[in-house]
């Protein structure tokens, strides 16, 4: 299993473009969260999806979109990049919603200036 | 908000000490997961505790889940240098399918 694959590892964007980064679990993993990080900070849940078809909003859910049309794939939209939107993203995934350990990506690091 | 807590915010030991960490919320929380991340990777999961009281170990780490279900500790013992790193907990927040991380402890271990 390759588990949690994230492209790309580096973008940079320049504010107002949009871009999807993406993601990918090969273990018939129900849910799967996007967090982004910020130095000196913990992770942040962004949005979050417990099966095909079904997402929900994080703690910090604004100028991100999300859809989940498979069990494998997760991708996180930016529809209009703002430099507050520069950070480290990474996705993760795991069994089952509630009480289940997640397994993270390697991560995508963005700049947007 | 729900915020985790954790303390110290970094530590620098010497190789052979034994470490210990520590996450405190006000709320209570179904799961606490430790993660260790490392330059440029994402967090990997070290030890899951499920229940209240439990005190699990993976090896030279022990963690334990708070009686009061608000808290956790992580200890490592005689550490060594590929230790080094920042060390999270996580909570999974009751009735929901959401995770709250704590802040991270960076530790770093001199030869």
């Known amino acids: 299993n390759a588990g949690v694959t994230q492209t790309p590892k580096f973008q940079v964007l320049k504010t107002g473009q949009s871009m999807t980064l993406q993601c990918a679990q090969d273990?018939?993993?129900?849910?799967m969260s996007w967090y982004r990080q910020d130095p000196g900070m913990g992770l942040r849940l962004i949005h979050y999806?417990?099966?095909?078809?079904?997402?929900d909003q994080g703690e910090v859910p604004n100028g991100y979109n999300v859809s989940r049309s498979t069990t494998e794939d997760f991708p996180l939209r930016l529809l209009s990049a703002a430099p507050s939107q520069t950070s480290v993203y990474f996705c993760?995934?795991?069994?089952?919603?509630?009480?289940?350990?997640?397994?993270f990506g390697p991560g995508t690091r963005l700049t947007v200036t | 908000g729900q915020q985790l807590n954790q303390s110290p915010q970094s530590m620098f030991i010497q190789e052979g000490e034994d470490v210990s960490m520590n996450c405190t919320s006000s709320?209570?929380?179904?799961?606490w997961l430790w993660y260790k991340q490392e330059p440029g990777e994402g967090p990997v999961l070290l030890i899951a505790?499920?229940?209240?009281?439990e005190l699990t170990s993976n090896g030279r780490l022990t963690a334990q889940f708070g009686i009061t279900r608000k808290d956790s500790f992580l200890n490592i013992s005689a550490s060594i240098p590929s230790d080094v790193g920042i060390y999270f907990c996580?909570?999974?927040?009751?009735?929901?399918?959401?995770?709250?991380f704590g802040t991270g402890t960076r530790l770093k271990v001199l030869a």
């Open positions: 993760a995934s795991s069994p089952s919603g509630r009480s289940y350990e997640q397994y």
């Open positions: 273990m018939n993993h129900e849910y």
């Open positions: 999806s417990v099966g095909a078809g079904i997402t």
């Open positions: 709320s209570i929380f179904n799961t």
């Open positions: 505790l499920y229940k209240a009281g």
């Open positions: 996580a909570g999974s927040i009751p009735g929901t399918y959401k995770y709250i």
